[in-house]
């Protein structure tokens, strides 16, 4: 970085910046961690599947969105207590790490 006459920072054209981020609970590593592959993964069908389990297959990364297919508004909390009934990226879609969201009602239920 460069420093103007009034002592901004400018970078030079052309110039790269590589950003990296953490969930606001983590603490940044020491050193950058290589991102996971890219390529060859798909999203299982997990409707009809616990949420839980359907959680617990994917990355410990993983940014993921429950939300009441009820219609209620209610909150997953326990999320044992939930079976999932639609869920996006669709099954078999290409998984790239991108974020998941489940739609879910709780246990006995019938998904809408």
């Not at 790269?16 to 798909?42: I, M, N, Q, W």
């Not at 999932?84 to 809408?112: D, L, M, N, W």
Request: charged fraction near 25%; glycine fraction near 10%.
């Amino acid at each position: 970085m460069l420093a103007d006459a009034a002592g901004r920072c400018r970078r030079p054209r052309g110039t790269t910046l590589d950003f990296g981020a953490v969930k606001l609970a983590e603490t940044c590593p020491s050193a950058d961690v290589e991102p996971p592959p890219k390529t060859g993964r798909t999203m299982p069908d997990f409707v009809g599947k616990g949420l839980a389990a359907a959680r617990d297959s994917l990355p410990r990364d993983a940014s993921v969105t429950n939300k009441d297919a009820s219609g209620r508004g209610r909150i997953v909390i326990l999320e044992s207590d939930w079976t999932v009934c639609a869920q996006t990226p669709r099954p078999g879609a290409a998984y790239h790490g991108q974020p998941v969201t489940f739609s879910a009602v709780k246990i006995g239920e019938r998904c809408p």
